[in-house]
């Protein structure tokens, strides 16, 4: 596409604006998807360390050896990696669908984790309190672990959707689509600073409001 030809505001229209569109798509489909497995992630990991509700050392130190092998990738390798994973779940490995496979597979741990961490601050004291009221595991899980919580769990969500917002950008390189392939192809490749800049403060502008966004859902929680 010759971009010379065209205003900025044209430009916009046809190439950032479905861009912010596309990025956007894959940013909350893989948020909402990580951080559902991410729960049972990380409640399985507390539930099954030493002294957990449910002790399993075997399957903590198994399952926590696998968090931590997934988060030593860096996105980028990870995403080439599991192609073939990629191409058996949606059938292919290019495009905005295809990329939430390894978008989801990536930050997964982490939601994991950021899930597993909020619960360890919960006073043990409480939990004591709701085994002797009879309440069962599931009970103390959702009702007692979740709800204390919830501020600490949205603080933690809050910087791995910004991570994520950053592996969108890197999926880009790769045929993902998105602010990252139009950044890269239209922006480096051509050398179109216009283009270039113009991502990055829409990039940081996303970054912004996440960040603002988790933070006033904090405070009322808190």
């Avoid at 050392?57 to 073939?84: A, G, T, W």
């Avoid at 910087?159 to 480096?188: C, F, P, Q």
Wanted: glycine share 8%; with cysteine; charged share 10%.
């Amino acid at each position: 596409m010759a971009l010379k030809n065209y205003t900025f505001l044209q430009i916009c229209q046809m190439l950032i604006a479905p861009a912010i569109v596309a990025t956007l798509k894959m940013l909350v489909i893989s948020s909402v998807l990580s951080t559902f497995f991410g729960f049972f992630i990380g409640v399985a990991l507390i539930v099954t360390e030493k002294g957990g509700l449910c002790e399993n050392i075997v399957v903590n130190r198994v399952l926590d050896f696998i968090v931590n092998m997934i988060r030593s990738f860096p996105f980028i390798i990870l995403m080439i990696s599991i192609i073939p994973f990629t191409r058996l779940v949606v059938g292919t490995s290019i495009g905005e669908t295809a990329a939430l496979v390894p978008l989801t597979v990536a930050c997964t741990p982490f939601m994991g984790r950021i899930f597993q961490n909020s619960f360890k601050e919960i006073d043990p004291a409480l939990i004591e309190a709701a085994q002797s009221f009879g309440a069962s595991k599931t009970q103390i899980v959702v009702k007692v672990m979740l709800k204390e919580a919830v501020p600490s769990i949205i603080s933690g969500l809050c910087l791995g959707v910004i991570n994520l917002l950053s592996a969108t950008a890197m999926a880009g390189a790769i045929g993902a689509g998105g602010l990252g392939a139009v950044a890269l192809t239209y922006g480096y490749q051509n050398f179109n600073q216009k283009i270039m800049y113009s991502i990055v403060v829409v990039l940081i502008v996303l970054v912004a409001f996440i960040q603002y966004f988790g933070d006033w859902i904090y405070k009322k929680l808190k």
